[in-house]
Structures are given as structure tokens and as C-alpha cells.
């Protein structure tokens, strides 16, 4: 028959039960009394006085329970375990200083990247197969170079088909100007009837509207002409050409017309960014409260750096900032015109872009090692005068010239733990050393420590 487990645990509860008993029995008879010497007596524990009479059994069983209630007080710890006390350790050292107070303007940085300010893409305007191409892969050029060339042959001959046919017009405006004039005097004398007259009129006017038709002709074959010489409409940088000479070229603008290349201009250029919902109402509480240069107003300035630069020595000015935010992502696009005349920018770059997010305040500095983090928090810890460590929240801003800005939750004369943060505990004494904290102490490379 199959036993469930506590049933089971039961009986092996008894067993061990039994077991030990019996242990105990054969351990404490007469016999093994009489072979145990005092040398074998346990000295963990006195002795539980026995009481004359008392069974042995019955001495067995309070000298268990004695054992088994022992506090710890008697457990005894070795000299050399990690959890025995060591007397007389100083506390651990640490380095603190003092946090920096200067008079600095936060900064709002953003992922910004550079697009042109003109781009346009070449297609022919008329169709036919392209034989010269008249610039290099990627060079500058300026507004009127020429480009391409389109055979031109078939429209030049359109072109004299085109003069030949006005030619043959006049001719006939010419003579039925005649027959107009030859028959004004015979209608005069009554010789020619009216309607004989107006019919010559008529023929007249149907000549002279046929000139137009001509003309307009022979200035429609004159602009096709000139598009088979295809020439640069702004002044940029080109790229590639895309189809060589020998390549049929189809017009138009829609997306079946062959994209001959491209032209971007590349001074000035634009950089564009997106501000937060949040940064866009504190840029316009700054504007409202007199704060000139601000995010939110046109005309102010944006600083840039590239990302292999760690300063921001690019300048630039703020110079459209859309009409609405986007509902899918919560944020304004904005953009700053910047000069380029050396070429070092190119659209499509992604660059650093920074602009003054406060007024000019007091603000107190620490580098970022000094800053302590758990799960939801920002702190410190502090030495007092007594060389006990406490800790401190803290609210942190941007970097500034390597260090980081303290919002709040610091005081000037707060000696703050700088090096050896791992070593303090709140409450616990340490030994401060005091070092004065400079802004060359800062990295030298902003970007290093630019964690948080």
C-alpha cells in the first residue's frame, strides 16, 4: 500500500526518534559510565547538578534541553573569522571638499542635424537621349553652369519646321490683305456684292490668326531647344550623375521622369531640432519673464558642436519654429540658420545643438563622482564637523565645464565627499581630508563624464 508523504515524514520522525534514544541509553549505561574518564568530559558546558534518585533517563533529557536552550551568547565566534570585531580601527578615509558657487546659465542640449537650405533634384524637361554630361561627381557649381546636353538635332529641325510654317502664314496674311484692298473700291461702285467683301475680310483675319499659331509654334520648338542644354538652377555642390551619354531621358516632373542628379546648397545651412513640450513652455515663461535669447524666440542664438568636439564654438540663430507640436511625439520642430562658409557642415550631419535653458543664476558645482544614485534618487553624503556621514538628496541639472550642476538639496558650506564614496555610510564616522574644489579638476573631456 502506497504511503503519503507525511505519513511517510511521520514515520521517519519516530525512527529517528527511536534511534536516538537508544544511542542515549547505550551512551549513558553503567558500563560506558564506568569507561568514561574525566579527561572525556566535554567542556563546552558545566555539568547539570544530578539529583539523587532521579532516573538516568530523566538526566538524559534535561541535559538535552539545557543544550537546546542556549542563547547566543554562547556562541563563540573565532579571533580570525570576517565576522569577528576588530578593536580599534580607525574609520575609513575619505576626500571632501567644498561644492563650487558660480553664476552660470543652464543649458538645453539637443540631437540636432544639418540639412540644406535649397535642394533640387535635375530631370529634363523634354525627352530624348542625353550626349554630353559637363561637370565632375561631386563639385561645386554655380547657378547657370551648364550640366547636360540632350541631342538636340530633332528639335532644332522642329524649330525650322516650326519658322517655315509662320512664314507660309504671313504669305497668306499678306495676300488676303490684298484682296481686301483690291475689293474696297469695286464695293464702293457697287461691282462686288458685300458678302463677296466680308468673305475676303474673313480670310484676312483667319491668316493673321494663323500668324499666331505660327509664332507661338516657333517659341515652343525655341524653348524645347533651349532645354536640351540643361543648366544649373542654384549654386551648391552637385552629386553624382546618375545616367551617362547614350541614355534615353524621359521629361516631365512625375515620378516616371528620369532624376538626371541633385544640387544642395551648402552656405548657409539649416540644422534642425525638436524641443520638448515641457523645454518649450519654460523657454516662453523665460521670454514672458524678459529673458531675451531664449529657445522659444527667433532670433536666438543656438550653440553647436560636432561630435568629435567637446566645446560648442559653432554659432548659429534661431530662425523658424513650427506652428504646432507633433501629436505623436510631443515635441516642436524648431530650426537655426548657421554659416558655412568653410564647407565643414553637410546635410544629413548630426551635430550637438545647445541654447540657453534659464537666466544667468547662482548655481552650486560638483564633479559627477561625487554623485551617488539608487533606484529612484540622486545624493551625496556629507561630513559634519564630527566626521559622520550623512546623506543627502540632491536634484542635479546639465554639466558645466566638466562639473555638474546642483539644483538643489546642497548648501555652499556643505563638505561634501568627492572621493571614496564607497567607503561612507550614513551615520557612520569617517576621516575627511580636505581638498578645495577647482573647475580644472573637472574632466577634460565633457563627453567622459557625461553619464547621467
Same mark, same amino acid.
Given at each position: 500500500?502506497?504511503?503519503?508523504?507525511?505519513? $511517510?515524514?511521520?514515520?521517519?520522525?519516530?525512527?529517528?526518534?527511536?534511534? *536516538?534514544?537508544?544511542?542515549?541509553?547505550?551512551?549513558?549505561?553503567?558500563?560506558?559510565?564506568?569507561?568514561?574518564?574525566?579527561?572525556?568530559?566535554?567542556?563546552?558546558?558545566?555539568? +547539570?547538578?544530578?539529583?539523587?534518585?532521579?532516573?538516568?533517563?530523566? %538526566?538524559?533529557?534535561?541535559?538535552?534541553?539545557?543544550?537546546?536552550?542556549?542563547?547566543?551568547?554562547?556562541?563563540?565566534?573565532?579571533?580570525?573569522?570576517?565576522? +569577528?570585531? /576588530?578593536?580599534?580601527?580607525?574609520?575609513?578615509?575619505?576626500?571632501?571638499?567644498?561644492?563650487?558657487?558660480?553664476?552660470?546659465?543652464?543649458?538645453?542640449?539637443?540631437?540636432? $542635424?544639418?540639412?540644406?537650405?535649397?535642394?533640387?533634384?535635375?530631370?529634363?524637361?523634354?525627352?530624348?537621349?542625353?550626349?554630353?554630361?559637363?561637370?565632375?561627381?561631386?563639385?561645386?557649381?554655380?547657378?547657370?553652369?551648364?550640366?547636360?546636353?540632350?541631342?538636340?538635332?530633332?528639335?532644332? %529641325?522642329?524649330?525650322?519646321?516650326?519658322?517655315?510654317?509662320?512664314?507660309?502664314?504671313?504669305?497668306?496674311?499678306?495676300? #488676303?490683305?490684298?484682296?481686301?484692298?483690291?475689293?474696297?473700291?469695286?464695293?464702293?461702285? /457697287?461691282?462686288?456684292?458685300?458678302?463677296?467683301?466680308?468673305?475676303?475680310?474673313? *480670310?484676312?483675319?483667319?491668316?493673321?490668326?494663323?500668324?499666331?499659331? +505660327?509664332?507661338?509654334?516657333?517659341?515652343?520648338?525655341?524653348?524645347?531647344?533651349?532645354?536640351?542644354?540643361?543648366?544649373?538652377?542654384?549654386?551648391?555642390?552637385?552629386?553624382?550623375?546618375?545616367?551617362?551619354?547614350?541614355?534615353?531621358?524621359?521629361?516631365?516632373?512625375?515620378?516616371?521622369?528620369? !532624376? !538626371?542628379?541633385?544640387?544642395?546648397?551648402?552656405?548657409?545651412?539649416?540644422?534642425?531640432?525638436?524641443?520638448?513640450?515641457?523645454?518649450?513652455?519654460?523657454?516662453?515663461?523665460?521670454?514672458?519673464?524678459?529673458?531675451?535669447?531664449?529657445?522659444?524666440?527667433?532670433?536666438?542664438?543656438?550653440?553647436?558642436?560636432?561630435?568629435?568636439?567637446?566645446?560648442?564654438?559653432?554659432?548659429?540663430?534661431?530662425?523658424?519654429?513650427?506652428?504646432? *507640436?507633433?501629436?505623436?511625439?510631443?515635441?516642436?520642430?524648431? $530650426?537655426?540658420?548657421?554659416?558655412?562658409?568653410?564647407?565643414?557642415?553637410?546635410?544629413?550631419?548630426?551635430?550637438?545643438?545647445?541654447?540657453?535653458?534659464?537666466?544667468?543664476?547662482?548655481?552650486?558645482?560638483?564633479?559627477?563622482?561625487?554623485?551617488?544614485?539608487?533606484?529612484?534618487?540622486?545624493?551625496?553624503?556629507?561630513?559634519?564637523?564630527?566626521?559622520?556621514? #550623512?546623506?543627502?538628496?540632491?536634484?542635479?541639472?546639465?554639466?558645466?565645464?566638466?562639473?555638474?550642476?546642483? %539644483?538643489?538639496?546642497?548648501?555652499?558650506?556643505?563638505?561634501?565627499?568627492?572621493?571614496?564614496?564607497? %567607503?561612507?555610510?550614513?551615520?557612520?564616522?569617517?576621516?575627511?581630508?580636505?581638498?578645495?574644489?577647482? *573647475?580644472?579638476?573637472?574632466?577634460?573631456?565633457?563627453?567622459?563624464?557625461? /553619464?547621467?
Amino acid at each position: 500500500m502506497r504511503v503519503t508523504p507525511p505519513i $511517510r515524514f511521520r514515520l521517519a520522525s519516530v525512527v529517528l526518534a527511536a534511534g *536516538l534514544c537508544i544511542a542515549a541509553l547505550a551512551a549513558g549505561s553503567p558500563a560506558a559510565a564506568q569507561t568514561t574518564g574525566p579527561a572525556q568530559a566535554s567542556p563546552a558546558a558545566p555539568a +547539570a547538578p544530578a539529583v539523587a534518585g532521579e532516573p538516568w533517563l530523566t %538526566r538524559q533529557w534535561n541535559a538535552l534541553k539545557n543544550l537546546a536552550g542556549a542563547g547566543p551568547e554562547r556562541v563563540v565566534v573565532p579571533a580570525g573569522s570576517p565576522g +569577528a570585531a /576588530k578593536p580599534g580601527a580607525p574609520p575609513p578615509g575619505v576626500t571632501v571638499s567644498k561644492p563650487l558657487a558660480r553664476e552660470i546659465i543652464e543649458w538645453d542640449e539637443y540631437v540636432a $542635424r544639418f540639412d540644406a537650405v535649397d535642394v533640387v533634384e535635375m530631370r529634363a524637361r523634354i525627352s530624348g537621349y542625353l550626349t554630353d554630361v559637363h561637370f565632375k561627381d561631386g563639385q561645386h557649381v554655380r547657378k547657370g553652369d551648364p550640366l547636360f546636353t540632350i541631342d538636340p538635332r530633332p528639335f532644332e %529641325r522642329a524649330l525650322d519646321q516650326a519658322k517655315a510654317e509662320l512664314a507660309q502664314a504671313r504669305t497668306k496674311v499678306e495676300n #488676303s490683305s490684298k484682296d481686301v484692298e483690291r475689293g474696297r473700291p469695286l464695293l464702293d461702285r /457697287k461691282i462686288l456684292s458685300e458678302k463677296v467683301f466680308d468673305d475676303r475680310e474673313n *480670310l484676312k483675319r483667319d491668316a493673321e490668326a494663323a500668324v499666331k499659331v +505660327a509664332d507661338a509654334k516657333v517659341k515652343t520648338a525655341e524653348l524645347d531647344l533651349s532645354f536640351t542644354r540643361i543648366a544649373a538652377p542654384i549654386s551648391g555642390r552637385i552629386s553624382r550623375a546618375i545616367i551617362g551619354p547614350g541614355n534615353w531621358v524621359s521629361a516631365g516632373g512625375s515620378s516616371n521622369a528620369t !532624376l !538626371l542628379t541633385s544640387i544642395v546648397t551648402q552656405d548657409p545651412i539649416h540644422i534642425y531640432f525638436d524641443v520638448s513640450e515641457n523645454n518649450l513652455i519654460k523657454y516662453k515663461r523665460l521670454r514672458q519673464q524678459g529673458t531675451s535669447g531664449s529657445g522659444a524666440e527667433v532670433g536666438g542664438a543656438v550653440q553647436i558642436a560636432l561630435p568629435d568636439e567637446t566645446s560648442f564654438p559653432h554659432t548659429g540663430k534661431l530662425d523658424f519654429s513650427d506652428n504646432r *507640436l507633433d501629436p505623436g511625439t510631443g515635441t516642436l520642430r524648431a $530650426r537655426a540658420l548657421v554659416d558655412n562658409k568653410d564647407g565643414l557642415f553637410s546635410p544629413g550631419m548630426f551635430a550637438r545643438l545647445r541654447i540657453a535653458g534659464s537666466a544667468r543664476n547662482m548655481r552650486l558645482l560638483l564633479p559627477d563622482e561625487a554623485i551617488g544614485t539608487d533606484q529612484i534618487n540622486k545624493f551625496v553624503y556629507v561630513v559634519t564637523e564630527d566626521g559622520t556621514a #550623512s546623506r543627502k538628496a540632491v536634484t542635479l541639472g546639465p554639466l558645466h565645464e566638466g562639473l555638474r550642476v546642483v %539644483r538643489a538639496g546642497l548648501t555652499a558650506d556643505d563638505w561634501v565627499v568627492i572621493r571614496g564614496i564607497q %567607503r561612507a555610510r550614513p551615520g557612520q564616522k569617517v576621516t575627511p581630508k580636505r581638498e578645495p574644489l577647482q *573647475l580644472s579638476a573637472a574632466p577634460a573631456e565633457a563627453d567622459a563624464v557625461k /553619464k547621467q
